[in-house]
């Protein structure tokens, strides 16, 4: 635990880390109590890619595309922090929509790991230098080097 403390302090200093997701990272990393344990239980050898979440111009011609094309139905609708997302697929959601902007950009993808818990993936990414951001209440979202939104959640 001391070296995760020390590589957050480490990155904050070089300003690669801003005050708020060292402050995040340190509590996370607080509230994982047992999580590291519990991290050997993590593999990403069977994760799968859970889902695409996609930002749309126009939410209706988008579901109707998706529908068309590929014969998607619609999994589920929600309303997230004033967002309405309408998640589209077979028997589980490949595609999630959302109106926003720029129309067309990837929001994130999400990757469906087995015997996903916050506390063991947060003990997990933070011990390799990611600052897990608290994601809806289907995973936790890292931010690659290039900063695409990455969801890693339980995986359907």
């Known amino acids: 635990m001391e ?10 200093e070089k300003g690669s880390l801003s ?18 344990s ?10 799968n890619i859970d ?21 998607f139905a619609v999994v589920s609708q929600a309303e997230e922090g004033g967002v309405k997302i309408v998640r589209l697929g077979n028997t589980k959601t490949l595609v999630s929509l959302n109106i926003g902007g720029p129309p067309g950009r990837v929001d994130h993808f999400a ?4 015997r996903f818990t916050r506390e063991s993936i947060t003990s997990y990414l933070v011990q390799r230098g990611a600052t897990p951001l608290q994601g809806d209440l289907g995973g936790l979202h890292i931010k690659d080097p290039d900063g695409v939104n990455v969801q890693i959640s339980s995986q359907t």
């Open 3 to 12: 070296s995760i403390i020390s590589n957050l302090l480490s990155r904050f």
């Open 19 to 36: 005050r708020r997701e060292l402050v995040q990272g340190l509590a996370m990393l607080a509230a994982s109590g047992t999580a590291a």
């Open 38 to 47: 519990a991290q050997e239980d993590i593999s990403f050898k069977t994760a």
């Open 51 to 71: 889902h695409v979440s996609v930002q749309v111009g126009n939410l209706q011609q988008s579901i109707d595309f998706y529908q068309k094309m590929f014969g």
């Open 111 to 114: 990757i469906g790991i087995p």
